[in-house]
């Protein structure tokens, strides 16, 4: 009817948004440049005043996006600790810039944007105050894909007046036989449960890159059977150069919007290019609704402005499907690189990858991402500096000073796997 999704939520809520978005023509779009791609690619090192600079250009170019993610995950963090900058600043002021597009954040689910689990009273008010403050679509998740933490920031959002759009967590690969831990049957599983808490939209979040074009086509084409008026939203990383293939499946296979990032910021460990996505759906039923011409400007900005952040990058000059062996997040790849840089364990890049695929082993295969992927990391790299193989932390594992977070994890304080 012509109107903006973001006016959609405004005059109809969430329930009228996830309406849209489903009766909407064509896949949608959303950018992950203001968060994901700058944590994924420049260790999170974007300030506001970069993004703010752009802003009333991305808002025309992009006004047909799903959302724009600004927000969540570690910006928060960073922003505070080594930016010295106000994360709810930011999002004011960007809000501010783009009243027409909707925002979307990461919510960690009992973790809000932090590495612990916080009291619910402590969520609920994280969540008013996020929507007050311009927020609309928050993206809930476990690192375990444990829908009990996942429930209260279903809760906590659906009070705030955010779209709840809850993620179920992707590893392993369900298009291989032999890899049955996580199937498509647990996937659906998962789908049910969170579906049965009311939420919004469901997304699918491949935070290594995981998901090939033929296992997103058979997990999208399963969900959308059994799930018609669910919307659906793919999420992953282009660390093995895939992302491209896999998004464009996803999207034949039903999937409302998928995320991308400008061209300059997509690729390896972030998302896939966006030109590359609207280029390949131009003028096809599934249309994204972003012109190329018009993103040329935003794609020449941040060509310019990653030179600007040379300091922060990891140096990777191309994907590599070794990802598909360790199974590291994208949003982790370039933190865990300078980590163990300061650590002393520069030039064992190759090794600490390795381990990192030992160390889930000895842990149980579980799903990996902020915060458990942290605790793969850490005993990752405790494993290289101590020259221990997985049989030796099994063998040795009553006498080792083990991290913190691997105890934590071993205790039950990040949920149940």
Known sequence: DGRSLKAVLDEE???????????????????????????????????????????????????????????????????????????????????????????QMLLRGANAVGYTSYPDNAVHHFCTQAVRSGMDVFRIFDSLNYTENMRLGI?????????????????GDISDPERT???????????????????????IKDMAG????????????????EFPDLPIHVHTHDTAGTGVASMLAAAHAGADAVDAALDPMSGITSQPAMGAIAAALQGTELDTGVSLGELQPLIDHWEELRRVY?????????????????????GQYTN??????????????????????????VLGDIVKVTPSSKVVGDLAQVMVQNSLSADQVVEQAAELSLPQSVVDFLRGDLGVP
């Open 155 to 171: 809760d906590a959002v659906g009070a705030a007046g955010g779209v709840v759009e809850a993620a179920i967590s992707y590893t």
């Open 181 to 203: 831990k996580y199937s498509l049957d647990y996937y659906l599983g998962l789908t049910r449960e969170l579906v049965s808490h009311g939420i919004h939209v469901l997304a």
């Open 310 to 330: 040379a300091p922060f990058e990891s140096n990777q000059k191309s994907g590599s499907a070794d990802v598909y062996t360790h199974e590291m997040p994208g």
């Open 336 to 361: 865990l690189l300078f980590q163990s840089q300061s650590l002393g364990l520069t030039g064992q890049w190759s090794q600490i990858k390795r381990a990192y695929a030992e160390a889930n082993r």
């Open 13 to 103: 809520g969430p329930e009228g948004f996830a309406r849209a978005v489903r009766q909407h023509r064509g896949v949608l779009l959303t950018d992950t440049t203001w968060r994901d791609a700058h944590q994924s690619l420049l260790a999170t090192r974007m300030r506001t005043y970069d993004m703010a600079v752009i802003a009333p250009y991305t808002r025309h170019a992009l006004r047909n996006a799903f959302s724009l993610e600004n927000w969540g995950g570690a910006t928060f963090d960073v922003a505070l600790r080594f930016l010295h900058e106000c994360p709810w600043e930011r999002l004011q002021k960007l809000r501010e810039l783009v009243p027409d597009i909707p925002f």
């Open 210 to 225: 995981l998901l090939k074009p033929a296992a997103a086509e058979k997990l999208v084409g399963a969900i959308r059977r």
